[in-house]
């Protein structure tokens, strides 16, 4: 059986491996947030889920977007869940006008668990509409996340790396943050993000989102 220590090296590799692929862009940084709600309804092995996010740029002084997403997903296996969902969005580019994007949203994601370290891979598929312009897009969105529970206490820090392509590499993202579990029905996930685009200035994001779980 693995040890945490090896699992945890494991994973902090890959996201390490991912950054190095990453392109490096000599451009200006900027700074945004990102905030969001989200509540969520479990079952045995099923469960349904509504979020609400609004996200900012310009160095927190203009709205980037907004979306709503309610989707639900089943728990396949014990280390194997999926989810499909429908996203609304609102996106609002400097000096252009205001884009609409309906996006359907396919996921799979994979943990391996061992004492308090849990290490998961997620695969998502986007396909996104946008009824007024340059019309449809695939996007793979590739993540693996490591997080470590403690016992006794509320804090769950984690790492985070998130690869985009649409056949080439269109961005990704770097977390470093901390879910706050109160108790069985409440948590806050606190994290700071270094967000790479291709051909775009590298942002960096604090986020802040609250879970309900019923």
């Known amino acids: 059986m693995m040890k945490v220590h090896h699992i945890f090296k494991t994973a902090l590799v890959i996201i390490l491996a991912v950054a190095f692929r990453t392109p490096v862009q000599a451009q200006n940084s900027d700074a945004g947030s990102w905030l969001s709600l989200q509540a969520t309804k479990r079952w045995e ?101 490591a997080q470590y529970t403690f016992e006794k206490s509320a804090f769950r820090p984690y790492i985070m790396a998130e690869l985009f392509t649409q056949d080439i590499w269109v961005r990704s993202l770097y977390y470093a943050g901390t879910d706050i579990v109160f108790d069985r029905h409440n948590a806050l996930d606190i994290f700071y993000m270094y967000h790479v685009p291709k051909g775009a200035p590298s942002v960096h994001t604090l986020g802040v989102g609250y879970y309900f779980t019923f």
């Open 45 to 145: 092995k099923a469960y349904s889920m509504v979020r609400a996010e609004h996200r900012s740029n310009d160095s927190f002084g203009r709205t980037e977007c907004w979306f709503l997403m309610a989707g639900g997903g089943y728990r396949i296996l014990p280390w194997l869940s999926t989810d499909l969902s429908y996203e609304f969005w609102q996106i609002y580019p400097a000096g252009a006008d205001v884009m609409t994007y309906h996006k359907i949203v396919l996921c799979a994601t994979g943990t391996l668990r061992r004492e308090g370290l849990s290490v998961a891979l997620r695969e998502k598929l986007e396909y996104a509409l946008n009824p007024k312009g340059p019309g449809t897009a695939f996007t793979l969105r590739s993540r693996i996340r």
